[in-house]
Structures are given as structure tokens and as C-alpha cells.
């Protein structure tokens, strides 16, 4: 599998299950949700205007995707949201590049072992996030929040970590059958 073929698995509906701990701050949490992840054109605008935030040409993007959430709950409360990425490949090796975000722009490689690794730096830190499959409609990811710590630049320590398992429950309608 190449970061083309690994990148179209990411669209469909898939059902997620997070195990999420705070270091620091007691016990973690379960949660349960559906994401939905669709293609986007190169020329839709939200892609165009996040690749013009970090002047870059939307014409080097490869697979961009919105991907929407909704958390499953039996309270009325149930927290919703959405995100946009655009994978950018390195021109030298597209298994490198960055991957632009909402949240901010990250860098990305594509491993030998077929996982996916996407560092993030945000406010808080970084974001590391590995993504791999089990099979093409079973994923895992490990989103790890790792923060400076304030008395060092040098060290670092790990604030959270979340563990996803997810199971693709839809094929997008324009996937060969």
C-alpha cells in the first residue's frame, strides 16, 4: 500500500470507539461516536482558503477531506464537530509532507509498516498522531498531546493520550463495488 491507497481508505462512515487519559488528572474516559469523512475537490473553497492561509498552492494537495463527528450519548448533550485536512506530498517523496489543518499545519511520513504519522504543533504543545489498519474497514489511531514543560524548553512530558479503534460501517456512494 502506498499514502494514495492508504489515504482513500480514510473516507466513509466509520464508528468510533476513544479511550482517552489525562495524565495528571485522575481516571479517563470512553467515548463512542460516527465520523464521517468525504473528499473534497482541490478547487473548494475551504480547501483553496486553507492552502492560501499557508501559501501553498492547492494545486500540489492530494486528497483532501472533511471529516464530521457526532459523540454518541443517551443525554441530549451530545458534542458535535467538524475538521478539514489537506494532505500536501513532499515533491522529492510523497511519503513526506504536511498535512494542513484546522487545528494548524502538521507534518506527516508514511512508514515501511503502512502507518501513518502526523505531528501537529498547536498551543498546548504537539500533537502526535499514528494511524494505522487492521484491514481496510478496521483503523486504529493514538493521538498523543505531548507539552513543554515550563520550566525547560528540553523536557517534555506527556499531558494526554487517546486510543481510537474504528470500524468503517459505510463505503462512500462513488467507490468502485
Not at 474516559?29 to 498552492?57: G, H, N, W
Not at 511520513?109 to 498546548?124: P, R
Not at 474497514?137 to 493520550?161: K, W
Request: proline share 5%.
Amino acid at each position: 500500500m502506498d499514502i494514495q491507497q492508504f489515504l482513500e481508505l480514510f473516507v466513509g462512515r466509520w464508528r468510533s470507539q476513544r479511550s482517552d487519559h489525562q495524565f495528571g488528572q485522575g481516571n479517563g474516559s470512553d467515548t463512542r461516536s460516527v465520523i464521517e469523512i468525504t473528499t473534497l475537490e482541490i478547487d473548494a473553497p475551504d480547501v483553496v482558503a486553507i492552502c492560501e492561509k499557508y501559501s501553498i498552492d492547492p494545486q500540489t494537495a492530494s486528497h483532501p477531506m472533511r471529516l464530521t463527528w457526532e459523540e454518541e450519548s443517551l443525554s441530549s448533550n451530545k458534542p458535535k464537530g467538524k475538521a478539514l485536512l489537506v494532505p500536501v506530498p513532499n515533491l522529492d517523496n510523497a511519503n513526506k509532507g504536511l498535512i494542513l489543518g484546522d487545528q494548524g499545519k502538521g507534518e506527516y511520513q508514511f512508514a515501511s509498516d503502512e502507518s501513518l504519522t502526523i505531528n501537529t504543533v498547536i498551543d498546548q504543545g504537539i500533537i502526535e498522531e499514528r494511524v494505522w489498519y487492521g484491514n481496510p474497514n478496521l483503523r486504529f489511531r493514538v493521538a498523543t498531546l505531548i507539552q513543554n514543560s515550563s520550566n525547560s524548553a528540553d523536557q517534555c512530558s506527556v499531558r494526554s493520550s487517546k486510543f481510537y479503534s474504528e470500524i468503517r460501517v459505510a463505503i462512500p456512494k462513488d467507490a468502485p463495488t
